[in-house]
């Protein structure tokens, strides 16, 4: 995606901030006050992350099953006559899906249905279409079949029907007693969940989610419904977007502050609610660009402060002001992200970044075609990734939204895609092809 050598000067690759945030998370996980792990039923653990491997305790299926309706038999009885002929050969009682193993009498072939269990003596199934009889019918319910099935099987012998296995799904071809299902770190998604039920999985051991405080700095914010007269203030929007998002990448929100622009007051605040809820991760934004107001920062370089943090300017737009450390708190150390104030910097930069570090599924990524707004070529800063608001059309394109500004929270309400344009790049024509981040 960047280039190192050319980038702005003054910035930091991507990769690097990224691998910065999984170090600072990988210590939270290491740390005496990590979370910590539960037991719960398979169906309350979607979108947890597994904290043991769980291995099979039996194979899948557990004996061999026929794949088709069809008729059991062994294709050693099938020798002797040439391909081409027709065949005929008797049939024993009919096997369901819920019937135990059985067997089959040597030049016999017996009626099976799908999922039932092939019998001992059997080695193949031919699906009931390829013979005389096309169909089976429809069983009443008192177990006698409403149109009798014939007393032999005729069809006309076919190369594949001499094929041993074929249309036998064999014991432990999905999963094999033994295997591991599911490993540690695997978020449990429900296609995940249903193997584990498959294979028997009742509960598992999941880790407990890490707890976060979200921060919105900035004495200009005001809460919603705020009926004051000071109307030029602005309405936090930091704090549910980026609560909502942590809570969609597995992290329990456990406070919401609106903290005005007195580092003090900051630090304050903020370590009262991490002590409160022994919170393991801050995210805050606002407060780490270079202007005279910029609480986090100062907050960072007080005297003696209980906050350290590493400030670099990345090599992105929006979103290049990041900070990153940690704060001393009662109950041991606390992560910190200081992400930038404007929405959409925060937002890009908690997909860019901080889904990764929080152990969050990847967000599908793909080479696709780009039209521009206009249909002119637009700007791109160089040396800088340029990551641009878009949205998915039907024709395997993505369309820009809104212009670069990182205070256009409309367009990134619009916005399902994200067109992450290389340092390189200063121009965006239409049709040019780049890499676009899914956030369907």
């Not at 050969?89 to 067997?103: C, R, T």
Request: net charge negative.
């Amino acid at each position: 995606m960047e280039h190192e050598s050319r980038l702005a000067p003054g910035r930091i690759p991507l990769a690097e901030h990224r691998r910065s945030l999984r170090e600072l998370m990988s210590a939270v996980l290491d740390s005496p006050h990590a979370p910590g792990v539960a037991t719960v039923g398979i169906e309350s653990a979607r979108d947890r992350v597994l904290a043991r491997d769980v291995t099979s305790p039996v194979n899948v299926p557990p004996v061999a099953n026929s794949q088709m309706d069809g008729f059991a038999l062994h294709v050693a009885s099938l020798a002797n006559a040439p391909d081409g002929a027709s065949i005929s050969l008797p049939l024993g009682p009919l096997i369901a899906a819920g019937e135990a193993p059985s067997n089959l009498e040597p030049g016999t072939a017996r009626p099976i249905m799908t999922g039932a269990p092939i019998p001992a003596g059997a080695n193949a199934v031919i699906p009931v279409e390829a013979t005389d009889v096309r169909r089976f019918s429809q069983l009443t319910r008192d177990g006698s079949d409403a149109c009798r099935l014939p007393s032999d099987l005729i069809f006309r012998l076919a190369p594949e029907h001499r094929t041993e296995g074929r249309f036998v799904r064999h014991a432990g071809s999905d999963t094999e007693c033994g295997d591991v299902v599911a490993r540690a770190g695997q978020l449990l998604t429900p296609r995940l969940i249903g193997h584990l039920a498959s294979v028997g999985v009742a509960e598992v051991e999941v880790r407990e989610p890490l707890r976060a405080v979200v921060v919105s700095t900035g004495s200009e914010l005001r809460d919603r419904g705020d009926d004051a007269a000071d109307d030029w203030r602005i309405f936090d929007a930091n704090s549910p977007l980026i609560g909502v998002a942590l809570e969609e990448a597995g992290i329990e929100v456990c406070a919401r502050l609106r903290v005005p622009d007195d580092p003090r007051a900051l630090l304050d605040e903020v370590r009262a609610a991490c002590e409160a809820a022994k919170a393991h991760l801050v995210v805050s934004s606002g407060g780490v660009s270079a202007g005279a107001l910029e609480p986090i920062r100062q907050a960072a370089e007080m005297p003696s402060s209980p906050l350290r943090l590493a400030f670099d300017k990345v090599a992105m737009q929006p979103g290049g002001p990041q900070g990153l450390g940690v704060l001393e708190a009662d109950h041991g150390e606390v992560a910190w992200i200081a992400l930038p104030g404007n929405p959409v910097s925060a937002f890009v930069s908690l997909e860019m970044f901080v889904r990764d570090a929080l152990g969050a599924p990847p967000r599908p990524r793909m080479s696709l075609p780009v039209r521009t707004q206009t249909g002119e070529t637009e700007p791109s800063p160089e040396g800088l990734v340029q990551v641009r608001r878009a949205r998915l059309n039907t024709d395997s394109t993505v369309k820009l939204v809104g212009g670069a500004s990182s205070h256009l929270l409309g367009a990134l309400a619009l916005s399902d895609a994200l067109v992450l344009i290389p340092a390189e790049v200063t121009h965006v024509a239409d049709g040019d092809i780049h890499e676009v981040m899914i956030l369907r």
